[in-house]
């Protein structure tokens, strides 16, 4: 634009009703009238040499605004500080011509910045709370790293064992005994849990232990990986395994026409207490035959509805990279197979099992066919400057990356917790995709349980406070997964649906389609 256009003010569109207002409220007398001393006027005047000029929108909001705040405390109206009507109405002209969206004074004054402000207190909890109530495995850093120095000195680790996966296998952390000497526990706790893992499993990586903090009563981390009494007393009724409704060959689960899933193994580096394949998983480790394999790869070759194919477990990434390289091969070669998934934890459960052979699998694959990882991520303390670096490069070298997190009590049932992880999950290169109720079908685990109301506004409560693509969809799984989030459709009015805005409850107005138009199959060039 030619520089002289901008003094051109009589182009401009005229002030609009927000500004016209501004500047009768700023015009009225105060009713006691105010002297302001040279000093206080000196620096007004000041600040509208600047607002008027520059080039700058924020300094004639800033004059702006302190001339309202001035008049409204009744310490002087703009006359009083030697400023004119017509000065205040030819500054916000040249603010409304600066503005590349021609925004007024007055609407960015008294409506912009009073609705941002507004939206703000929405998230300032939040902001207080996030680093206390849920700190990341990044903030908690330095207390993990000497974490990982007293446990590698009591389990004899070196450097080299702690950073090779058979190393934190081959020092796995599965008995109380063990356990007691790593994080301190009540004795009581410990009785009870050497019960407990009579019946069920415990195994913990040295890596994932370090990310317990001692001391800490309920720490989400050892609530997910140290099983307690409950499961015991809870495990009353027992419940038909899942797996049998919905296999319909060896090692496959298939619930949707077009998704398959191939448990590859029934191994996981760190065995979770609120797995819900408890029946299958950790009970004894089990290598399956080659021919297992083949057979769910002839289902999968004779069923060309099939296009997605997850492989998951146990841990997908347990399996020996050439393991993985074989079936990912067989898989990419089914022509109607057009996409793979891969089940695992262990990126934040023995995140040095990535390694670079594993990466260059998944690279080469997913040049054939995208590769999704999908990884479970229940709180923002999973997430270490390690598991972080190891989504970075899982996400560079694969289509994408997904968490699947469950809902469980005390680990991740407060919107700051849940908001935390979300928003640290999507900064460490996943995307947040699925928010699991935690299941009925195990009794073992009902004490994780958290009804449905808080998992709704635990997710609604996202909406319009952290960015869309960090918001997980929130499921209950039952024999296919199945959306809880409720409607924010409220109702209809003629034409017209009612819509209720999550963040603040408030309800909108919004035409739908017309029916009409939509009826008249000739349109567009067809008319
Ligand atoms: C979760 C799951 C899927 C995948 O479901 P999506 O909604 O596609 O993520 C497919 N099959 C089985 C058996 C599953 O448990
Ligand atoms: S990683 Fe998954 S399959 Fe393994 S124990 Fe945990 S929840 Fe179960």
Known sequence: MHPEHHDRLEDNPPLDGYTTELLADLAQPLAIPANPDAERRAEVRSLYERAAG???????????SLLLELHREGKGTPADF????????????????????????????TRALPIAAAANRRVDEYLAEKGTLA??????????????????AELGMDEAAWNSFPGQIRHAVDSVDTLARLIDLPRAQLESIAKVTASYRMRLTPYYTSLIMPGAVNDPV???????????????????????????????????PRVVTIKATNMCAMYCTHCLRLAHIGRRDQVYAKEAYGEALDYIRANDRIRDVLITGGDAFVLPNSMLRWLLGELDAIDHVRLKRLGTRIPVTAPMRVDDELLDILEESNDRKPIRV???????????????????RLSKRTFTVLNQAVLLKGINDSRVKMWKLCETVQEAYVRPYYLFNCSYRNPQFAHFRVPLEVGRDLVESMYGNISGDAIPRYIATAGGKIPLHRSNVVRRSGNDIILIKPWSEEEVSYPDAD?????????AFNR
């Open 54 to 64: 520059g080039q700058l929108t924020a300094p004639i909001i800033t004059l702006f």
């Open 374 to 392: 999908v990884t479970q991520i229940n709180t923002a303390q999973e997430i270490t400057p390690v598991s972080r670096d190891t989504f970075r």
């Open 135 to 152: 700190p990341s495995g990044i903030e908690l850093w330095h207390k993990i790293l000497a974490n990982k120095a007293r446990i590698m």
């Open 222 to 256: 050892m609530l997910q990986s140290v099983p307690t009494g409950e499961m015991i007393e809870n495990a009353g009724i027992e419940i038909p395994p899942v797996a049998a409704d919905h296999s319909p060959a060896r090692l496959v689960d298939q619930f949707y």
């Open 515 to 523: 029916p009409e138009v939509y009826a008249n199959a000739r349109f």
């Open 82 to 109: 030697g400023i004119s009507t017509a000065e205040l109405e030819h500054l916000a002209l040249r603010h409304q011509q600066i503005d590349e969206h021609m925004v007024s004074v007055g609407g960015r004054l």
